[in-house]
């Protein structure tokens, strides 16, 4: 007698909206992982130094071509870091010759190397003004960072205090709001028609700040935005599985070797490359949507940014469960990968 065929899903190659690759070593070392199943990645612009001009912009891309494995194929879409002294002019002809794909906002502190960020948001309407008008897109670190606010309270108090003001004085500014973690964020980006879309991540739909803190600390789940109550895990999940078009894949995965994650303080971020797809299978599985994947993985995001989808396709097989890798090695040292809490049975066919 032979075995029933396991399931098999074939979509659309996915492409991640939200990703950091570091450089150098780091970059070498993740690269691959990313692009074993991604076609595209948003690439986040926070190196040291930031890359804030199409100069720099374009010198990170030669880097990370550079990185790739021969054979592999993978398009980093390129973002620049704004700041208070951001040329208009420079981000129009990047967006024009087709150098970078979006310009990234993080409120100064607000993450990993972040310093570089806005203070006076007054100082960046020029820019903004500039992108509403070629209709180059925002992606916004949705956090704001006085130390007054509570932790769990700043990306709610972010689309108050901050964004909702930046929409209504530019309201053709097409705006991401990067890795979502409230229904506050949900609610807000199903309220507003056009120009709004929001990115979720792997480890959101998968962890709450209990599994950050509760039986002790777990530094390989602390990420920023830090997870935050069940309940808005939930909304992300329903979010996520809905086929809303506004909502879409951006991993946010975020590499940092061990002895930077384990010390005293700190780093913030959470390496999901390697297992995202796997993730995202058990997630929509368990909801019931796996038909709703594709979606969510390789036709919203391409849709909002005026992308056409992959032409190619990748297949899921559910033959598990199978053993998840530890960490990848890196010239800059061990990196963590994600670990979900539950078995994976779904993996990429090779």
């Known amino acids: 007698m032979h075995d029933a065929t396991p399931p098999r899903l074939t979509i659309r190659r996915p492409d991640d909206w939200h990703l950091h690759l570091r450089d150098g070593g780091m970059l070498k070392g993740v690269l691959p992982d990313t692009a074993r199943h991604f076609a595209r990645a948003i690439v986040m612009p ?10 720099q912009a374009n010198a990170y891309r030669d880097r990370i071509m550079a990185a790739l494995p021969e054979g592999m194929t993978f398009q980093p879409l390129m973002t620049l870091y704004l700041t208070e002294e951001t040329d208009p002019d420079d981000v129009a002809r990047a967006h024009a010759e087709g150098i970078a794909t979006a310009v990234k906002l993080y409120p100064a502190g607000a993450t990993t190397n972040s310093a570089s960020g806005v203070r006076d948001f007054a100082k960046v309407r020029p820019v903004l003004e500039q ?11 949705g956090e704001v960072t006085d130390p007054s606010i509570d932790i769990f ?8 205090k901050i964004l909702k003001p930046i929409r209504k004085k530019t309201p053709d500014l097409r705006v991401v709001m990067e890795h979502v973690t409230t229904q506050n964020a949900v609610d807000y980006v199903r309220d507003t028609p056009k120009n709004l879309a929001a990115t979720i991540t792997t480890h959101h739909l998968i962890i709450n700040r209990n599994h950050i803190l509760a039986g002790g600390i777990r530094p390989h789940y602390y990420c920023l935005p830090v997870a935050k109550r069940e309940k808005h895990r939930v909304a992300l999940v329903q979010a996520a599985v809905s086929g809303d078009r506004r909502f879409f894949l951006g991993t946010d995965s975020a590499p940092h070797n ?19 797809m796997a993730c995202l299978a058990e997630v929509f599985e368990t909801a019931d949507k796996l038909r709703q994947l594709e979606a969510f993985t390789s036709l919203n995001g391409p849709a909002f940014y005026g992308l056409p989808p992959n032409e190619e396709t990748i297949t899921l097989v559910k033959d598990g469960p199978f053993d998840r890798p530890d960490r990848i090695e890196t010239e800059d040292g061990p990196v963590t990968i994600f670990d979900p809490g539950f078995p994976m049975h779904w993996r990429v066919d090779a």
């Open 46 to 55: 926070n190196l040291v130094p930031p890359v804030v001009t199409a100069e």
């Open 131 to 141: 992108m509403a008008e070629i209709g180059m897109p925002l992606c916004v670190h």
């Open 153 to 160: 309270d700043r990306e709610a108090v972010f689309i108050d």
């Open 258 to 276: 061990d002895p930077a994650k384990l010390q005293p303080c700190g780093c913030a971020g959470i390496y999901t490359a390697p297992v995202t």
